[in-house]
């Protein structure tokens, strides 16, 4: 089984901000990597996939990186919406999905 | 517009069974994988099975494997997951999402709003 481990766990910033999530496999998956967001009570919400290629309509502050083991997830100006809990999922082999990095405000 | 409906949770005893239903609209059922994700109570998301658009091939994590069945009624426009020999650890919230394509492991860009099943007695 592949294992996805995210960092941080939880991540305090401010409006405005440049933030990066990091999303490691326990071995390479190619660019298969999605990345969601979260909020409270919600389904989560496609955002991201094939490593890289933003799904329509999402803000073009979105934008992701990586291949093989290492990805990032980047926010490159923190909206008052973006406060949520992000998840990556690989989908190379079955489906696995990072435990969550939880995005809060400083 | 792409939507996705769960129903069926509840509350259930160790042991017990349970069948969930994804109702589907807004696109082409049978041309798309589709699978069930489920979120424990405060924890992160666990996909547990997947069937492709033919209903023909299915996967299953290994959490559920023998007691979990996936299925799906491309006349109706219909997902089911059959529960048996439900555990405590299986409370969660279901949801069923719709693959990116007819393959056997995808991303998923639509997600029902869940359903919750509780084990407990």
């Known amino acids: 089984d592949i294992q996805m481990t995210q960092s941080p766990s939880i991540l305090s910033a401010s409006v405005g901000d440049r933030v990066t999530i990091t999303c490691r496999a326990s071995q390479s998956i190619r660019s298969w990597l999605a990345w969601y967001q979260q909020k409270p009570g919600k389904a989560p919400n496609l955002l991201i996939y094939k490593a890289s290629s933003l799904k329509s309509g999402v803000p073009s502050r979105f934008s992701g990186s990586g291949s093989g083991p290492e990805f990032t997830l980047t926010i490159s100006s923190l909206q008052p919406d973006d406060f949520a809990t992000y998840y990556c999922q690989q989908y190379n082999s079955y489906s696995s999905f990072g435990q969550g990095t939880k995005l809060e405000i400083k | 517009e792409v939507q996705l409906l769960e129903s069926g949770g509840g509350l259930v005893q160790p042991g017990g069974s349970l069948r969930l239903s994804c109702a589907a609209s807004g696109f082409t059922f049978s041309n798309y994988a589709m699978s069930w994700v489920r979120q424990a109570p405060g924890k992160g998301l666990e996909w547990i099975s997947g069937i492709r658009g033919s209903g023909g091939s299915t996967r299953y994590a290994d959490s559920v494997k023998g007691r979990f069945t996936i299925s799906r009624d491309n006349s109706e426009n219909t997902l089911y997951l059959q529960m048996s020999s439900l555990r405590a650890e299986d409370t969660a919230v279901y949801y069923c999402?719709?693959?990116?394509?007819?393959?056997?492991?995808?991303?998923?860009?639509?997600w029902g709003q869940g359903t919750l099943v509780t084990v407990s007695s």
């Open positions: 999402a719709k693959d990116d394509e007819d393959g056997d492991i995808n991303y998923y860009d639509c």
